[in-house]
């Protein structure tokens, strides 16, 4: 829900973004693009990955919005 998520990204002072199992470049991708890192982008970001597939998709997604402040965790 883009209402909710909204109200709740800008109500709350976030500072860290920690993503773990996820679905960036399919499902959850238009959360991410249109609210998440348009308005998080310059919050600390970590990203748990598991296998080869889960980095790749993780540095593609860093490199495509530009986050620059995070950190990569293989859990």
């Not at 598991?50 to 997604?61: G, Q, T």
């Amino acid at each position: 829900n883009y209402d909710s998520l909204n109200s709740f990204i800008t109500n709350y002072d976030i500072d860290e973004v920690v993503v773990m199992g996820h679905s960036l470049i399919s499902v959850d991708y238009p959360y991410y693009a249109d609210i998440i890192v348009p308005k998080l982008k310059d919050c600390r970001w970590a990203f748990y990955w598991h296998n080869a597939r889960d980095a790749e998709c993780i540095k593609s997604f860093i490199e495509q919005f530009s986050i620059k402040n995070f950190s990569l965790i293989k859990w």
